[in-house]
């Protein structure tokens, strides 16, 4: 007995096969958002905490020139993406609708080789990420609070 196998069919398949990998891209989005950014009980917030975080999270080969931490839970910055606690932005961004305790991280200057050497600068704001399929994937480092 000869089956016969529709084009359906074989769509399904493919997309059984591909499931996956996009689930395994997702979370490899989200995992190196948190690996850049997620910090929810820093130690100290100054400049050697920065450098030490710099290192620790490998973003100083090269130097990173800036790169802000998030000091919250996950489900409030995991909200962001949805309206638990997020809101439209610009483009494909959601603006947070609470404000973060964060501390941002900056190159002194110099040479983009190690040894980095970081300023710190201590902030408590509403941030701006980008999210895939609810998931955060970015910060957007350039976003400033409008004033109220």
């Known amino acids: 007995m ?3 196998l529709s084009p359906l069919f074989f769509v399904f398949m493919l997309g059984l ?9 997702e979370d490899y989005g989200y995992r190196h958002f948190l690996s850049q950014h997620y910090d929810p009980q820093p130690k100290g ?4 905490y920065c450098e030490n975080m710099m290192r620790r999270r490998d973003l100083t080969n090269p130097c990173k020139e800036v790169n802000t ?14 309206d638990t606690n997020g809101k439209p932005g610009e483009g494909n961004l959601r603006i947070s609708k609470s404000s973060f305790q964060i501390t ?3 190159h002194k ?4 080789r190690p040894p980095c050497r970081y300023r710190a600068t201590k902030g408590y704001r509403v941030i701006a990420i980008g999210c895939r399929n609810d998931w955060p994937t970015h910060l957007q480092e350039s976003f400033i609070t409008p004033a109220q």
């Open 2 to 4: 000869v089956m016969f």
């Open 17 to 25: 096969g591909l499931t996956p990998l996009t689930l395994a891209q």
């Open 45 to 48: 917030r100054d400049d050697r």
């Open 69 to 82: 931490f998030i000091h919250g839970s996950k489900n409030d910055i995991k909200g962001i993406c949805d």
């Open 104 to 106: 941002t991280c900056k």
């Open 109 to 112: 200057g110099g040479s983009l």
